[in-house]
């Protein structure tokens, strides 16, 4: 007989583990950029404000992603608490660089996820999770070319270089 509060898991336990440990990753970043684009923001630095506010939405977009995942495959997501996000930056180029050391976090934790899902033998963890590994890459090489403008424009007026910078 079946409950009326849970189905059977499909996921892994061990990976839902690790799962809910994304999702804590993914909300904090969504945070971090909240930070990064609230610091552009105050500096009309157009570009990177615009950026910055998309990538929150797209990290929380994430989480959510793997949230619904859980509960999906029978499992618990956990709702995360969120750990205080840095707000001081010292420069531009400093917010894009701890973008990418962020973006690089990420992956590895992916990686970890994916891993523990092969381990498991749990095929539909690993197949999800598919899509963030090449996410991942993309998000990273994003990032890489952001600062190579910053490389090409140095010496320029910081709103020259934000005028240059994609939004997306």
Known sequence: MKTAIRRQMTINP????????????????SASYLA??????QRELLNSKAFFYK???????????????????????????????????????????????????VTQSIYKCFKAARNADDFASEVFLQWFVNEQIEEEDTVRSILDVFDLMEGMPLKMIDERLPTE
């Open 55 to 105: 990538q929150a939405e797209e990290e929380r977009a994430h989480g959510m992603k793997i949230f619904n995942f859980i509960n999906e495959t029978g499992g618990a997501a956990i709702s995360p608490s969120i750990p205080e996000v840095n707000n001081d930056f010292e420069s531009l180029r400093e917010i894009y660089e701890k973008s990418l050391d962020q973006e690089i976090a």
């Open 14 to 29: 061990d990976v839902m583990d690790v799962l809910n440990g994304q999702i804590a990753l993914e909300m904090h970043a």
């Open 36 to 41: 990064m684009a609230s610091w552009c923001d």
